[in-house]
């Protein structure tokens, strides 16, 4: 029998805790985490009356930055509005976030449109005890971001591979961590299910806060199934939002949605409109580094890089500036062998410059004989019966695994091998 034909339409809400050294409205250190709680206040965050909200800069031009990169339309007029709801996390009764006029619409990245980015102050946090819940109001006025996308993703391992390209496009410009664990990137997929592709489901199932890609995936997935099951039996599905429970692995019902309209937007009276103009716009797009699918692709053309070497090196902001700089210093050492002292941690880039790699390199070492390689390499297999196996098994990669210990027991002994007579050599010992 044939379970199902749904179309699973799911779209995407990220939070992202932007790294500016202040908070959003007030000068308080916008670095929480692991803080003594209730340190970085002031009248400002702490929502006392009379307090005025005065505006981060640099937070409102990330903000543009990160649209821009997504391929956003920055509109040249902006503002804040109150979203007002209680909440004992949010002491003034209402949040400034921004409602019609968000600083980027219209984006798009790997063909998922985006609907918007706009900026918005993050709430307290509660700590929940037995008996009472604690609140830490250092978190309260953080500046954070919010992308929204349109619901064109249509499957749990697409989304995971979505918010890993967002992830490390965000990285890359340096404007926030991305750290997941610390809850400085937080996912809400909403997710329901078509007949067909024309229709759009009247309802929509959101997922709140997620604080990984894994559980992101298995979320989407368990929601994909539940819906199904439901649908299958007749039932109908309502708007809801619904957390994410890790110990049972499945979705619990919160409530049921509440329309915008609930939350009384309004714009915000103790902040001007944003005017931006053409010249500020271009002046932060050029502030946009390369970014790492454009960096990935012309490594692979004009270092020769592997896809793999590529793709690796370009996901750490660290690694990918260190390839750049020795690689650009490089003249007689491969670009790959570069790469992959990089990808094996071979290289402490947080203590040897570029520079210095390079010269170590360079420092010339007597080839070592045949023989004495051949002994080193028997000796590296037998120490590595893993990655041995996983090669055999036909996993290609961990072959410069095998390389680069050869490599490194070579120059314990103070001589050198070719690395691509290394490559043979132990091809034609674990290829039978
Ligand atoms: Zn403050």
Redesign the pocket.
């Known amino acids: 029998m044939k379970k199902n034909n749904y179309q699973p339409i799911i779209g995407l809400e990220i939070h992202i805790e932007l790294k500016t050294r202040s ?1 959003m409205f ?3 250190p916008a670095d929480h985490f692991g803080k003594p709680a209730n340190s ?3 009248p ?3 929502g006392l009356p009379g307090a005025l909200p005065y505006p981060n800069q640099k937070a409102i031009d990330w903000t543009i930055m990160a649209g821009l990169a997504l391929g956003c339309r920055i509109p040249l007029n902006s503002k804040f509005d109150r979203k007002n709801y209680f909440y004992p996390d949010l002491p003034k009764g209402f949040q400034i976030s921004q409602y019609d006029q968000p600083l980027a619409i219209k984006g798009e990245l790997d063909g998922v449109r985006i609907r918007r980015v706009h900026l918005e102050e993050d709430t307290a946090k509660m700590l929940h005890r037995k008996r009472q819940t604690l609140i830490d109001f250092n978190r309260s ?1 953080v500046p954070l971001m919010e992308i929204v996308t349109e619901p064109d993703i249509h499957s749990d391992e697409q989304a995971k591979q979505w918010l890993k390209h967002l992830q490390q496009i965000i990285r890359r410009l340096g404007i926030s961590s991305c750290d997941m664990a610390k809850g400085s990137m937080r996912i809400e997929p909403n997710i329901s299910l078509a007949k067909d592709k024309i229709k759009l489901p009247n309802y929509k199932v959101e997922i709140k806060n997620i604080n990984s890609f894994r559980f992101t995936k298995k979320a989407i997935n368990y929601e994909i199934k539940r819906q199904a099951n439901s649908l299958t039996k007749g039932q109908k599905l309502v708007q809801e939002t619904r957390g994410w429970d890790n110990k049972r692995q499945t979705t619990y019902s919160q409530r049921t949605k509440e329309a915008a309209h609930d939350y009384r937007y309004f714009p915000e009276p103790d902040l001007p409109p944003m005017q931006l103009t053409k010249e500020k716009i271009a002046q932060i797009r050029k502030q946009i580094p390369e970014l790492p699918a454009g960096q990935k692709e012309r490594w692979q053309k004009e270092f020769g890089l592997n896809e793999y070497q590529a793709r690796v090196l370009t996901n750490t902001p660290q690694k990918a500036a260190y390839f750049e700089e020795a690689a650009g210093l490089a003249k007689k050492i491969p670009a790959k062998t570069l790469a992959n002292l990089i990808i094996n941690n071979k290289v402490n880039i947080q203590q040897t410059e570029p520079k210095q790699l390079i010269k170590q390199l360079l420092t010339t070492r007597p080839q070592l004989a045949e023989d004495q390689l051949s002994k080193i390499i028997q000796r590296v297999i037998k120490q590595s019966p893993k990655p041995v196996t996983d090669f055999q098994k036909g996993k290609i990669g961990i072959l410069e695994f095998l390389v680069g210990q050869v490599m490194i027991a070579c120059r314990q002994l103070n001589g050198q091998a070719d690395p691509n007579r290394v490559r043979q050599l132990i091809k034609q010992k674990l290829i039978k």
């Open positions: 908070k007030c000068r308080c970085q206040t002031c400002v965050c702490l006025g």
